[in-house]
């Protein structure tokens, strides 16, 4: 997974971000919930405009709404890093559901506490063509 930093850097939150990363990936997209506090605050701002969630249990499912469907998830692009108190993650995805190819990208601010996501600030591109 590409970061900005070439080495590995064994920051808790660095590591967080990329493990956040990874969990869409894979397809794991229960395993977002381990990131976050059980009361996590997460504001998404969507396509289809803005969408609150106030729990781990409730950001999983909208994670498995938006990816869970597809047979493959592929990380084109990903950046983890602070800025200031805030842990900036960043990925484009290329997904493959049938025939015809989609991209997205989110940008998630994070608020940590205890090593855990207890606010997330999410802007979303929406599902994309993609374009080969």
Known sequence: MNTENAARVEDPAQRLGEDW???IADGDLDRLM??????VLGRLLL???L???NNAHDLA???RDWFGSYTAIKVVASRVSRVGTRLGI???LRLQQGKAPERIEQQLFCILKDGQVQQLHLVCSGFQPAED
Do not use: E, N, W
Request: net charge positive; aromatic share 20%.
């Open 61 to 63: 499912a909208r994670y």
């Open 90 to 92: 960043f990925y484009g």
């Open 51 to 53: 969408v609150t969630v």
């Open 21 to 23: 990363i990874q969990a």
């Open 34 to 39: 381990r990131y976050c506090s059980p009361r």
């Open 47 to 49: 396509p289809g405009g």
